[in-house]
């Protein structure tokens, strides 16, 4: 009775931690993609309407400076980029998906910065976390090097993640919070103009 007891108890104890494994498991955190593409305010609207990302957090990157101001940034003194990173579903969206996305979202031939807004802090790039999303990055670029529709060299850079901080409050779901304030920097910055005479379409726009 003793033996039977114990085993009864020690199958109870595995059965437990099977299903406490199998819920983890399957709440897996959502995985991570992190670029810069100008303005974070457009880049955080274009991605936030893709299906599978859950969230997208405006913030600064690549930089020498921890805990960064937006003041501080926008000096170009610390090194950093306006970023984003995108929280997204892989079971819904790929990364490959995404990456191909974001080409056509930003003016990959700038090496100045992006649209109206010049200087380091506005450059564009993609920051790779691990090897897998290297390669993804690389593949993704090297289709666009040859399919794009222009004659004018890719700039952008593939370099690898550094540390990611948050920006202030206010700038997070900017276009949500100011909409017309919003949408008048947006057109005044000509960002939808120049992507639709790169690539002839805005990626976003299958998306509205």
């Not at 670029?35 to 405006?58: H, K, N, R, T």
């Not at 976390?129 to 289709?143: G, I, P, Y």
Request: one cysteine or more; glycine letters at 6%; charged letters at 20%.
């Amino acid at each position: 009775m003793i033996i039977r007891n114990a085993l009864s108890s020690a199958l109870g104890l595995l059965l437990l931690s099977g299903v406490t494994a199998f819920s983890s498991a399957s709440q897996a955190a959502p995985q991570t993609m992190i670029v810069a593409g100008g303005c974070f305010w457009c880049v955080e609207s274009d991605f936030e309407l893709v299906q599978g990302v859950s969230d997208v957090i405006s913030g600064y990157t690549g930089g020498h400076t921890e805990n960064p101001t937006y003041k501080q940034v926008s000096s170009g003194k610390t090194g950093h980029f306006e970023a984003v990173e995108i929280h997204f579903d892989d079971d819904v969206v790929s990364l490959k998906a995404l990456a191909d996305y974001y080409w056509r979202t930003i003016d990959p031939t700038d090496a100045e910065g992006q649209f109206c807004d010049k200087g380091s802090p506005y450059k564009t790039a993609m920051f790779y976390q691990n090897d897998q999303q290297k390669a993804v990055f690389e593949a993704s670029l090297a289709k666009v090097k040859e399919t794009k529709p222009f004659k004018k060299d890719v700039v952008t850079e593939i370099i690898p993640a550094t540390p990611f901080y948050p920006a202030e409050e206010y700038h997070q779901s900017y276009y949500t919070k100011n909409p017309i304030r919003y949408a008048y920097y947006r057109a005044s910055c000509g960002r939808d103009n120049r992507i639709e005479s790169l690539w002839g379409e805005i990626a976003s726009h299958q998306y509205h």
